[in-house]
Nanobody, 132 residues
Framework: HVQLVESGGGSVQAGGSLTLSCADA???????????MGWFRQAPGKEREGVVT????????RYTNSVKGRFTISRDVAKNTVYLQMTSLKPEDTATYYC??????????????????????WGQGTQVTVSS
């Protein structure tokens, strides 16, 4: 049973933009307020890495340095959907992008924002390809 569903991936040229969506079926009225939503990516032959984490309670974010100023995470509570707006895309952004949900974010959420083991739910991924 898939609970996080990503969409919006595709192929673009360098400098282009894409917006990814993550429909979160895990989020209910019982979901703790202390949740985090994250976007991760994995390029061929490389380990999965964190892109951005959004701490819902504090409305805070942490971006990996390589995407700062180019990527923006946002959330539509009514739709239980998280978005990743990507602009000024580079060939090195090419990867499969995964949405992840973490139900128990704590005070050290920032330090563990990109720790894969902290996330309870994962989507199946959406491919982003950026050509030069």
């Amino acid at each position: 049973h898939v609970q996080l569903v990503e969409s919006g991936g595709g192929s673009v040229q360098a400098g282009g933009s894409l917006t990814l969506s993550c429909a979160d079926a895990t989020y209910t009225s019982d979901t703790p307020d202390s949740s985090c939503m994250g976007w991760f990516r994995q390029a061929p032959g490389k380990e999965r890495e964190g892109v951005v984490t959004f701490y819902t309670t504090r409305n805070n974010t942490r971006y990996t340095n390589s995407v700062k100023g180019r990527f923006t995470i946002s959330r539509d509570v009514a739709k239980n959907t998280v978005y990743l707006q990507m602009t000024s895309l580079k060939p090195e952004d090419t990867a499969t992008y995964y949405c992840a949900a973490r139900r128990e974010c704590s005070g050290n959420w920032y330090e563990t924002a990109f720790d894969l083991s902290e996330y309870n739910y994962w989507g199946q991924g959406t491919q982003v390809t950026v050509s030069s």
